[in-house]
């Protein structure tokens, strides 16, 4: 026993760093980031210029939620292998999540993309990127195009669905771009809210208890004083919030990009003059009849801005985006918990988008032409479309509340065509209902703090990237490189391909180090990738071709592989 736990420790501290780097890979695919990073510094370890190794410890690193420790690693990873797509995808992938390093993720990943225009992967960080930016278009043609590379990848397939649906961001009041910190702005954000709901709700109840006051208890002097008083208890806490803002400079542009963040403030600001001249129109001796409506448009504005503002942000955000579209999308990625998740939050919305139009359709009816409420029976078509393309996907309130919408249209239609009373009666019952179970469902989800049945639900995929294993290069190959009299670079050119002689040598970490004439480094700065071949330089048999991205460096050009190739050249040799 003793014998074999020795055994199997030797084992283990004879490993090479390329078989610690396939280990730290093997353990953050069965989600074990901490015990990843501790193979992955192994590797890093035994070989520091082994770029593959510092790419996984980046990955690793960001898998638990270190971003900042997670950069360093990528950084380094891109220094040893500049002509690394994998690298540059790794950099890109942390640096966007590190205030100020957007511009640097956007190069990265674009350089990604020439590096290696038959991967998917940095299309798709290119789509995330202009997601992120709510750049839909430009996210969309990303997308496609790494879909077009790779089919089933479920990241593009995910987000753009995303793309679709016009998703923005958990924050869509930060520009990504900004150089200060999210959290900064998210505080601000917050403060503004919070002063927001503070004070529409503060006003609101002011005015139901000073009209309580002076119609019930006749007490019309002390109500208008506590309503002033109201209105004086909001200095202070104008004040308090005011100070918690911090990044004044930003907020203009925060409310241009969150319009609901803006029109909550604006509506708690309207709020604040319309009770104030409520109040003074209310203590007026002998009012003329006509303020009447006046005055009580203003308690209006106070009371019912906010319930109404909240009910127009449902209805727009329901009717963002092309859902159909997006749940093909969704359907077609089996087994990911990101898409099950969105094609639900999807289908509330296309329920809400049905009953949105099933109401103005049945109240037109009842008021202009009883009969014209036959149309309602089509109405729940997209849904059940939308519900066959989900492939039944979604919970039991979605399924409750979608069969009360679908009686209702059915019940309407019955009651305006056959002039049935119990017909109207169930429809109408049935769209209250269906909403008394919408608003059920939401409270409860708000209450767990769960994912509720509306847009803010939406998850962008986000897969970790940048983890593939880097070309190796075999003894014979380095060989062949290290000792060739002579090698030839090939590579493009406006006019066509072009081949030159070159020397070089071949690196520990399995870089090729090229002296080229001036042409070839005009022409790689055009075109980055290249081809590098050598022959066997004992015995001529064999030749070798290094296909990989070319970078310049201080005095040699740097080729990172990305595929190496060995034939025969034929002659005697091949005679059996």
Sequence with gaps: MGNDGRAGKDDISD?????????????????????????????????????????????????????ADALPPAERAADLAPGSWSARVRLASIARRIPGRWSEAVSDAVLAARFAPEEA???????????????HPEAERAYRAALARAPAHPQARVNLALCLLRWGRPRPHHDPAWPVDPRQTGRARRALEVWARQVRLLLALAVIAVAAAALALDAAAWARAGGFAALAALVPLTVRQARRVGVWAYVPAMAGRDPWLGAAVV???????????????GAVPAAPSWLDPVWAGLAGIVVLMWPALAVVRVLAEAWRGRPLPALAELGSVPGERTAARNAGVTLWIVLVRTWSVLVPLVGGALVVEPRAAVA????PFPMVRAWLRARGRGDGWLLAAGCLVALAALGCAVGGALGSAWGWRVGLGALGAAMAV??????????????????????????????????????????????????????????????????????????????????AWEGVEADPRVAVFAADPLQRRFWVEVRGIARPGPDVLRVTPKQVLVGEFPGRHQRR
Aim: glycine share 8%; net charge negative.
């Design 15 to 67: 490993k090479s760093p390329r078989e610690w780097c396939t280990e730290a890979l093997t353990r953050l695919n069965a989600g074990r980031p901490e015990s990843a990073l501790e193979a992955a510094r192994r590797a890093a370890d035994l070989d520091p210029g082994d770029e593959w190794a510092h790419r996984l410890v980046s990955l690793a690193h960001e898998r638990l939620g270190r971003d």
């Design 121 to 135: 992967d940095p299309e798709v960080l290119l789509g995330d990127l202009a997601l992120l930016r709510d750049d």
């Design 267 to 281: 509506s708690a600001g309207l709020s604040v003059p319309a009770f104030a001249a409520w109040l003074l129109l």
């Design 376 to 379: 309602a029976v089509a109405v």
């Design 438 to 519: 919408y608003a059920v469902r939401a409270l409860r989800s708000w209450w767990r703090g769960a994912p509720g049945p509306w847009r803010a639900s939406l998850v962008m995929c986000d897969l970790p990237m940048g983890g593939a294993p880097s070309v190796a290069l075999p003894s014979e190959v380095r060989q062949a490189f290290s000792y060739a009299r002579s090698l030839v670079l090939a590579y493009g050119d406006p006019m066509g391909p072009r081949v030159v002689g070159a020397a070089g040598s071949v690196t520990s970490s399995g870089e090729l180090r090229l002296i080229a004439g001036p042409e």
